[in-house]
Nanobody, 125 residues
Framework: QVQLRESGGGVVQAGDSLRLSCAASGRTFERYAMGWFRQAPGKEREFVAGIRWSTSSTQYADSVKGRFTISRDNSKNTVYLQMNGLKPEDTAVYYC??????????????????WGQGTQVTVSS
């Protein structure tokens, strides 16, 4: 099993940047596919970015391509989401997710068994 804890959320202005972190417990972190999802008020949780166990494969939602970057440091059991050029529509609770699979990037909520508690990101116009 793995436990996840997000941090780095906050209140920023449009155009600003934030970096979210997700710290994972467990000795086999490098064997997990990791993802970031977000949920805005009144909306369903949606995929933002995903990364395979090795850092060579990533995927992004169209809405964040070119602005957000997912990365991971397996030596620190941490996955990051660098968010640049933030927009008011990026306002949401951001969740980190993990799944013990190594070969693919996972993009569906149903693909992940382990979730963090979320961190709030608010972007003002």
């Amino acid at each position: 099993q793995v436990q996840l804890r997000e941090s780095g959320g906050g209140v920023v202005q449009a155009g600003d940047s934030l970096r979210l972190s997700c710290a994972a417990s467990g000795r086999t972190f490098e064997r997990y596919a990791m993802g970031w999802f977000r949920q805005a008020p009144g909306k369903e949780r949606e995929f933002v970015a995903g990364i395979r166990w090795s850092t060579s494969s990533t995927q992004y939602a169209d809405s964040v391509k070119g602005r957000f970057t997912i990365s991971r440091d397996n030596s620190k059991n941490t996955v990051y989401l660098q968010m640049n050029g933030l927009k008011p529509e990026d306002t949401a609770v951001y969740y980190c997710a993990a799944e013990p699979i190594t070969r693919v990037v996972l993009t569906s909520i149903d693909d992940y068994d382990y979730w963090g508690q979320g961190t709030q990101v608010t972007v003002s116009s």
